[in-house]
């Protein structure tokens, strides 16, 4: 990557297919984040699985952000890498080998993975031990997803007990994430949704305190949540992650929040056919669609398909004028999987490309 041949350029220049994010809107919806949760007097803890960049989850922290949110440990080790001190994995870290990265990360900062289980957790001790370090752990309570943590309050009883005897760990908080929201804007809707969710965490954070555990982090929300559960009290920090470049399975009045779209997926028009179709070079290896299709700028009520290589398009009033070689943006339905099928950022102010920033955590699936 030659940036110097790139900077300055308008993003019509640049070969397509390729991610473009808008400056403006990327650092207005940081700063709008940002300020939301100082109000509510609620920590940020940015999940990264949506951008995985480094570059970004700096501007997050110089932001106000206590520290970033992964998916996974290679996430992690991307992230730790360049500099960042604060990490939690919101998911397992199981297996030796895993473990044993887990715990060279933690001589550099504090890297915290989730755990459900007690052989997890003393596997991560023992290997811990062999580290000198002590690695900070989640305990993670199954709050609506139905997938991993902990589902009675005996259990998470019994966790923290064991987790209690263990040399090389130490009980940091609780991970409750409760998954995307509903799709209300309804305030009353979204404060009940986040009641019986991360409210039952909120519930079994009391109880272990009441038992003498010390729990100084609850931990959980979406970009749909986040208002809604960081008004519950208990809660010590959010993780929402797509705010920072929005997309289409959002809305506005969803989030009630005023987010911009900063990510498009720059394409060209490659080919076109008798006024009624209008073919570009953007398919789906190169926009997630796994949580809907995406939606043209110039036009979002035109109909469209995506196959692999191509993104078929009806022809429109407002698409009519289009030509072979003409550039479209398009909408993500989904950033977080749109980002990691893509090498580089290309960053625009006004249209001018102002910098180029490496996904440096794509592909990190382990």
Not at 273 to 281: D, Q
């Amino acid at each position: 990557m030659i940036t110097e041949n790139i900077v300055g350029k308008h993003y019509s220049e640049l070969p397509a297919p390729c991610l473009l994010v808008d400056l403006d809107a990327l650092e207005h919806n940081l700063k709008t984040m940002q300020e939301a949760m100082d109000a509510k007097h609620c920590a940020l803890r940015p999940h990264i699985k949506t951008h995985k960049s480094p570059k970004i989850a700096h501007l997050q922290i110089e932001a106000g952000a206590v520290g970033i949110t992964c998916a996974k440990l290679g996430e992690a080790v991307e992230m730790s890498h360049a500099g960042i001190k604060s990490i939690l994995i919101a998911n397992q870290v199981v297996g030796e080998g895993k473990i044993r990265v887990l715990a060279g990360l933690n001589r550099y900062g504090e890297v915290m993975p989730c755990v459900d289980s007690l052989e997890n957790a003393e596997e991560i001790s023992r290997i811990a031990g062999e580290f000198h370090v002590t690695i900070p752990v989640f305990l993670e309570i199954e709050v609506g997803l139905d997938r991993c943590g902990v589902r009675t309050l005996e259990e998470a009883l019994a966790l923290a007990e064991g987790i209690s005897r263990l040399e090389h760990i130490s009980l940091r908080g609780i991970q409750a994430y409760e998954g995307r929201g509903i799709g209300s804007a309804d305030p009353e809707t979204k404060a009940d949704y986040a009641d019986k969710t991360v409210g039952k965490a909120v519930r079994y954070k009391k109880a272990l305190e009441e038992a003498g555990y010390r729990i100084p982090i609850l931990s959980g929300a979406s970009t749909g949540t986040a208002s809604a559960v960081s008004e519950l009290c208990g809660v010590t920090e959010v993780q929402p992650g797509t705010y920072a470049f929005m997309e289409h399975a959002y809305t506005a009045e969803e989030i009630r929040m005023p987010f911009k779209q900063a990510l498009f997926v720059h394409a060209k028009v490659v080919s076109t056919y008798g006024g009624r179709r209008i073919v570009a070079n953007a398919g789906e290896k190169c926009i997630g669609i796994d949580q809907g299709l995406p939606f043209l700028v110039d036009d979002p009520t035109a109909k469209l398909v995506l196959n692999e290589e191509h993104c078929l398009i009806d022809t429109t009033e407002k698409l009519s004028g289009l030509k072979v070689g003409d550039s479209v943006l398009l909408v993500p339905g989904h950033c977080c999987t749109t980002a990691n099928l893509h090498d580089f950022y290309y960053c625009m102010r006004n249209g001018i490309i102002e910098d180029v920033w490496p996904i440096a955590a794509r592909g990190r699936l382990e």
